[in-house]
């Protein structure tokens, strides 16, 4: 800037620059005290407010006293801000940031794929959003299987680096060493037996489980094993509905259910898919419900926008920021001078 525009033209009607832009020697200071004394606003890369939420946090006591009482449990996936923000906002009681991520947020063929830090990262995001929800985060494959050792340490990486409230471990009775060393540590555990996805490969992939009675004895011997390991609740996954029902009847800890029937304590579902938030012709499990459309309201919206800006209507005057025609006119003055 020359020194005769900074003469002619206030520095009220400049654009305001960082001060760390500037060059020594020029009015930094002029530049501070503008900076300082203009409107604070939040620009388009600012966070979403979280915090606007008038509901008590919910607690292994809120749980219990829910499940006491017969009050359903209302769980539902999350693997990034957006989604807990609004599933927190919708008045979810738990939020689980699932391994299912793999697939619907990082692309991924299947879950055995994603990692512990990849986990720890999503857990992160998605306890910035849900401040009221209680949050359960996955162990994913491979972090917990070797040893209850390897699973505290699993754990405690997941609720110190991720911020997640509980930890989901896939496994019935075999899982009871590790089950117990984690809760024996103070960190709760929802477990997760009938199809264990993590296993799709050892059950011959992903079928219905507890068809047989001998399935559905192994299932109820299972669900008590966690039950007596601590795990504070337990998802039951593609079991028959009446199975679960009696499974439910015989433990004193809440079930959580995902195609097993109206039956259990609770429910879950993956929120991309109850929220239709994938293309057509995508496959969903048969107990899935489509409650939305997500996925063609982005769409149509995302075409528009094209449309617009092709066509030169975006962005409208009143999308644009206005300038003093006796500055610009000056502005102009001098750049066309040079």
């Given at each position: 800037?020359?020194?005769?525009l900074?003469k002619?033209?206030?520095f009220?009607?400049?654009?305001l620059?960082?001060?760390?832009?500037?060059?020594?020697?020029?009015?930094?200071?002029?530049?501070?005290q503008?900076?300082?004394g203009?409107?604070?606003?939040?620009?388009?890369h600012?966070?979403?407010?979280?915090?606007q939420?008038?509901?008590k946090?919910?607690?292994?006591?809120?749980?219990q006293a829910?499940?006491k009482?017969?009050?359903?449990?209302?769980?539902?996936?999350?693997?990034?801000?957006?989604?807990?923000?609004?599933?927190?906002?919708?008045?979810?009681?738990?939020?689980?940031?699932?391994?299912?991520?793999?697939m619907?947020?990082?692309?991924?063929?299947?879950?055995?794929?994603?990692?512990?830090?990849?986990?720890?990262?999503?857990?992160?995001?998605?306890?910035?959003?849900?401040?009221?929800?209680f949050?359960?985060?996955?162990?994913?494959?491979?972090?917990y299987?070797i040893s209850?050792?390897?699973?505290?340490?699993?754990?405690?990486?997941?609720?110190?680096?991720?911020?997640?409230?509980?930890?989901?471990?896939?496994?019935?009775?075999?899982?009871?060493p590790a089950i117990?060393?984690i809760?024996t540590?103070?960190?709760?555990?929802?477990?997760?037996?009938?199809?264990t996805?993590?296993?799709?490969?050892?059950?011959?992939?992903?079928?219905?489980?507890?068809?047989?009675?001998?399935?559905?004895l192994?299932?109820?011997?299972?669900?008590?094993a966690v039950?007596?390991?601590?795990a504070?609740?337990?998802?039951?996954?593609?079991?028959?509905a009446?199975?679960?029902?009696?499974?439910?009847?015989?433990?004193?800890?809440?079930?959580i259910?995902?195609?097993?029937?109206?039956?259990?304590?609770?429910?879950?579902?993956?929120?991309?898919d109850?929220?239709?938030?994938?293309?057509?012709?995508?496959?969903?499990?048969?107990?899935?419900k489509?409650?939305?459309d997500?996925?063609?309201e982005?769409?149509?919206?995302i075409?528009q926008?094209?449309?617009?800006?092709?066509?030169?209507?975006?962005?409208?005057?009143?999308h644009?920021?206005p300038?003093?025609?006796?500055?610009?006119?000056?502005?102009?003055?001098?750049?066309?001078g040079?």
């Open positions: 800037m020359s020194r005769a900074s002619t033209i206030p009220s009607s400049l654009p620059i960082p001060a760390a832009c500037v060059s020594p020697g020029r009015p930094t200071a002029s530049i501070r503008a900076w300082d203009a409107p604070k606003r939040h620009s388009s600012s966070p979403l407010s979280s915090s939420t008038t509901r946090k919910v607690t292994i006591p809120t749980l829910m499940h009482r017969n009050d359903p449990i209302t769980m539902i996936t999350a693997h990034d801000f957006p989604s807990a923000h609004v599933a927190d906002q919708a008045g979810m009681d738990m939020v689980l940031v699932g391994d299912s991520l793999a619907v947020a990082l692309g991924m063929d299947d879950t055995s794929e994603v990692l512990l830090e990849e986990m720890i990262l999503h857990c992160r995001s998605v306890a910035r959003g849900a401040k009221a929800a949050i359960v985060g996955d162990l994913p494959m491979g972090s299987e209850p050792e390897q699973a505290l340490g699993s754990a405690i990486k997941m609720v110190k680096e991720g911020r997640v409230h509980a930890i989901k471990l896939e496994g019935g009775a075999e899982m009871v117990s060393k809760t540590a103070g960190i709760p555990v929802l477990a997760h037996i009938g199809l996805p993590q296993r799709q490969n050892a059950l011959g992939g992903f079928r219905v489980q507890g068809k047989s009675t001998s399935g559905a192994r299932l109820l011997a299972d669900a008590v039950q007596e390991a601590g504070f609740a337990v998802v039951l996954e593609a079991v028959p009446e199975v679960a029902t009696l499974v439910t009847k015989k433990l004193r800890i809440p079930t259910g995902i195609g097993a029937g109206n039956g259990c304590s609770g429910q879950v579902l993956v929120q991309v109850m929220s239709g938030n994938f293309p057509p012709g995508r496959f969903l499990p048969k107990f899935v489509k409650y939305g997500v996925w063609s982005a769409k149509r919206a075409e926008y094209r449309v617009e800006v092709k066509d030169g209507s975006y962005p409208a005057p009143e644009t920021y300038m003093p025609k006796e500055a610009y006119t000056e502005f102009e003055r001098v750049v066309e040079q």
